[in-house]
């Protein structure tokens, strides 16, 4: 089931533990040749700081030849380039989480063909949940 919320973030519950999870999206991304910019366990981060959080792992990638047009033509953009899927626990079940890409095209004004460069992030994500 996929859930779209009123903030356009769309979240899809994952078959996988967190860690699985994130270790699947990293693989996906490789084999697509998708630069992986970072991942974050905010988890952790949060230990570092002697506070407690959900298992929540943010992953940060995207293709430059995809996202850059997107840049060029509304440079706001990169405010939300590149792409950002956020992996975390609740109550056992593992989810999936990302803004929506219509949500990015409209917030950025974009043509349908630069609005199209961004919708593949639906694609990986629905890889990453398939059983």
């Known amino acids: 089931m996929v859930a779209r919320d009123e903030s356009d973030v769309v979240t899809k519950p994952s078959p996988r533990s967190v860690a699985d999870t994130v270790s699947r999206l990293t693989e996906l991304l490789d084999a697509r040749g998708i630069k992986l910019f970072a991942v974050i366990d905010q988890r952790a981060e949060a230990r570092n700081a002697g506070l407690q ?19 060029v033509d509304s440079p706001l953009a990169a ?11 609740d109550d056992g079940v593992t989810n999936v989480s990302y803004t929506a890409p219509s949500a990015l095209a409209a917030r ?3 043509d349908a ?17 398939a059983p």
């Open 108 to 110: 950025h004004h974009l």
């Open 53 to 71: 959080l959900r298992e929540t792992v943010l992953v940060i990638f995207g293709d430059p030849t995809a996202g850059k047009p997107v840049m």
């Open 79 to 89: 405010l939300d380039l590149p792409l950002k899927v956020v992996i975390w626990a």
């Open 113 to 129: 063909d630069l609005a199209a460069r961004l919708a593949g992030i639906d694609a990986i994500t629905d890889a990453l949940v």
